[in-house]
């Protein structure tokens, strides 16, 4: 089978196509041939060698396809059945052994390029507005990166909830995509930041702050939140925070500071089909769109790298084997 390799922790360059045995499903697992495959920012921590993972490795963590065997032990999946998955090791690559715990069904009418980015991104939409701070019909949030995969899906999610969102981009284009996604305002990063975001709040600050972008944005989004706000920290697209001093949160308003993670908001099957199916049910209603920004070939995964990295992309992307 085709797959992209890191042997090497590095830049893009480091992901190299190559053919390696088929995989078969062991006991719990489905074999899986993929139709799409998601590229996520933490597809970069691992590459870098910022998350540990031993060398050499198949890319990837997400995708969707068709199940073409089924390993023993498995009683609730099929062989012809469309499935997607976030949570398997090595999906940059044509066959993939999924765990049967972690993959789910993809209804009729999701494509499968929508299936294989909206788990990851949409699932942790989901934690963060219903999980992480709950945001109710009349709050203000602020939603860094507006017009990327997950800022455009938390935007919509949190709007049709009747929750103002203000969000955060980089240029004209993005904004036009953020203010279509339901955003009330939409501003640049900058270092007057913080204090834009309290003229739209008369003073008082924002409820929450979904953070995904991280060392750059960190000191504007405590700065916005309103006394006894949330930040909820769940990614560093821009490098992780240097080391904090808790006593600030004291100071600025008796602030939290959460560090989430979307293993930990699905720990079991349960709550993993609970996230998956409102967000693909979403999706098959037309209530949620799932914005696939760019496609690539499976052997130009570092040029995926390269454009999510230097945010030459909006919304998902995929990979196509």
């Given at each position: 089978m085709r797959a992209i390799t890191v042997t090497e922790f590095g830049g893009p360059e480091v992901l190299r196509p190559a053919q390696l045995p088929d995989p078969t499903p062991g006991d719990g697992e489905v074999l899986v041939r993929t139709e799409?495959?998601?590229?996520?920012?933490?597809?970069?921590?691992?590459?870098?060698?910022?998350?540990?993972?031993?060398?050499?490795?198949?890319?990837?963590?997400?995708?969707?396809?068709?199940?073409?065997?089924?390993?023993?032990?498995?009683?609730?999946?099929?062989?012809?059945?469309?499935?997607?998955?976030?949570?398997?090791?090595?999906?940059?690559?044509?066959?993939?052994?999924?765990?049967?715990?972690?993959?789910?069904?993809?209804?009729?009418?999701?494509?499968?390029?929508?299936?294989?980015?909206?788990?990851?991104?949409?699932?942790?939409?989901?934690?963060?507005?219903?999980?992480?701070?709950?945001?109710?019909?009349?709050?203000?949030?602020?939603?860094?990166?507006?017009?990327?995969?997950?800022?455009?899906?938390?935007?919509?999610?949190?709007?049709?909830?009747?929750?103002?969102?203000?969000?955060?981009?980089?240029?004209?284009?993005?904004?036009?995509?953020?203010?279509?996604?339901?955003?009330?305002?939409?501003l640049r990063y900058g270092d007057d930041l913080a204090r834009e975001v309290r003229a739209l709040t008369a003073g008082e600050g924002v409820a929450a702050v979904y953070d995904g972008v991280g060392a750059s944005t960190f000191e504007a989004s405590l700065a916005s939140l309103r006394i006894r706000g949330t930040l909820a920290l769940f990614g560093a697209a821009s490098g992780p925070v240097p080391p904090f001093d808790p006593q600030r949160l004291n100071a600025a308003g008796s602030l939290f500071l959460t560090r989430p993670t979307l293993a930990h908001y699905t720990r079991d099957r349960d709550e993993l089909l609970w996230r998956s199916g409102d967000v693909f049910a979403a999706v098959a209603d037309g209530s949620l769109t799932i914005r696939v920004g760019a496609q690539y070939p499976l052997e130009r995964a570092d040029q995926a790298h390269r454009d999510l990295q230097g945010r030459a992309t909006t919304g998902s992307i995929v990979l196509i084997p």
């Open positions: 799409a495959v998601g590229v996520n920012f933490i597809d970069t921590y691992f590459r870098t060698g910022a998350y540990a993972v031993d060398l050499p490795y198949v890319a990837g963590n997400e995708g969707s396809g068709v199940i073409e065997a089924v390993g023993a032990g498995v009683r609730d999946l099929a062989v012809g059945e469309r499935v997607a998955w976030c949570a398997a090791p090595g999906s940059y690559a044509e066959l993939v052994a999924v765990p049967a715990a972690v993959a789910v069904p993809v209804p009729d009418g999701v494509p499968a390029e929508v299936a294989a980015s909206a788990l990851l991104q949409g699932m942790t939409a989901h934690y963060l507005l219903n999980s992480v701070y709950p945001a109710q019909p009349g709050d203000t949030v602020l939603v860094h990166a507006g017009a990327g995969g997950v800022g455009l899906i938390l935007t919509q999610l949190a709007a049709a909830r009747g929750v103002r969102v203000i969000t955060t981009v980089s240029t004209d284009e993005k904004e036009q995509l953020s203010r279509a996604a339901g955003a009330s305002e939409v």
